[in-house]
């Protein structure tokens, strides 16, 4: 396409740090792993950074490691029990996933209309006695890069008595009251897919904690259970991120705040061009790093078509909730908000290495359908 929507970026600097880890370092856990960690937890400001493979797995082990999965081994001596986890539906569909697979039962609710974010106002009215007597945690979104509502998550996690997971994988570096997200929360969870507002040349993905306790559960959790270099107390996977990576993640990360900035100065062109600032709301306590820019409108599917035909790429997310695929038609009612939400949305090309001439173009194909 002439103005595609996603341009995937390795830089001169990326593969020069890549070749050095390769030729210095150890393939698995070298320097290059460590260092990004502690840099990464700086950024974010919490104590502690523990990287893995991916998003999802992430999330998952974070799961594992405030004793939210079943495992026999350890959970003799825990007072909290598996049970029910919220999480929204407007979301990619690892959110729920990683529920599942740690033998918990996900909750998916309502979205905002507003900004497709969590939720939970009419929460009680989507439990029931025995989800009251299970709920064991809370996965809150911050969609797009926009961070969520927090103050009404924390509140309901405070009154349940839960702990509080943030999938911040669309959301690096975007801030909620002064703190960056990740550190909101018991664990926040990044992801490094290259899409992401910052990558590591391929999958990853790192979690954030001020629990010296939880970080390392997540350190064992991501190397088997390891607990010496012998002997392993816990279930766990291989999820470790690899060396060249990490390597890569370093300079992603030394930029990220570059970009964003660019991110931002791309919206607003979009913002005072468009016909109607159809543009998803940033949350006023917050700001968001608009990882998707994305317009809210009825006439979606002809401003797609329209961006199609004169080759600009976009993207719908997502364009069928949660709620709605195969696998989880049976785990839950309708939610009506989100399943008009999803066909309303459409992402516009957001990536900093767009021209304003490029913006102006679309503004202008965009206009044509809206004006």
């Known amino acids: 396409m002439k103005i595609p929507f996603f341009i995937q970026e390795f830089t001169d600097e990326m593969e020069e740090a890549a070749i050095h880890a390769l030729r210095n370092e150890s393939f698995v856990g070298g320097e290059s792993v460590t260092k990004f960690e502690e840099e990464f937890a700086q950024y974010t400001g919490t104590k502690y950074a523990a990287s893995v493979s991916s998003g999802n797995g992430a999330l998952q082990i974070s799961l594992m490691a405030l004793g939210l999965n079943w495992d026999n081994t350890e959970n003799e001596n825990h007072s909290r029990r598996p049970g029910t986890i919220i999480t929204p539906t407007n979301s990619f569909i690892a959110s729920a996933n990683c529920i599942r697979m740690s033998s918990s039962f996900p909750l998916l609710v309502d979205v905002n209309m507003d900004d497709g974010g969590i939720d939970l106002s009419d929460i009680k009215n989507k439990k029931n006695k025995m989800d009251l007597e299970k709920l064991s945690g809370i996965i809150p979104v911050h969609i797009y890069g926009n961070p969520c509502d927090f103050d009404s998550v924390k509140s309901f996690a405070e009154e349940e008595d839960i702990p509080i997971i943030e999938d911040a994988c669309q959301a690096h570096g ?10 909101l929360g018991d664990v926040g969870c990044f992801s490094f897919y290259p899409t ?61 705040d570059e970009k964003t900035t660019r991110r931002r100065e791309i919206v607003s062109i979009y913002r005072k061009n468009l016909a109607q600032d159809c543009i998803l709301p940033e949350n006023k306590d917050g700001k968001s790093v608009y990882h998707q820019i994305v317009v809210k409108h009825e006439k979606r599917d002809e401003i797609r078509k329209e961006l199609t035909d004169n080759e600009i790429g976009s993207a719908i997310y997502y364009e069928t909730p949660i709620h709605q695929q195969p696998i989880y038609k ?42």
Do not use: W
């Open 196 to 256: 992401k507002n910052m990558t590591v040349g391929g999958d990853g993905g790192m979690t954030t904690t001020d629990n010296e306790e939880t970080v390392l559960k997540i350190k064992s959790i991501r190397d088997n259970g390891r607990k010496t270099k012998n002997e392993f107390d816990k279930l766990g996977f291989t999820m470790r991120l690899n060396t060249v990576n990490a390597a890569i993640g370093r300079v992603q990360l030394k930029h990220l």
């Open 330 to 371: 049976s785990y839950n009612n309708p939610l009506p908000n989100s399943e008009k939400f999803s066909k309303l949305i459409l992402s516009l090309p957001s990536y900093p290495q767009l021209t304003n001439d490029q913006v102006l173009k679309i503004c202008e194909h965009v206009n044509k359908i809206i004006s």
């Open 174 to 183: 975007a801030e909620y009251k002064g703190k960056k997200v990740g550190s």
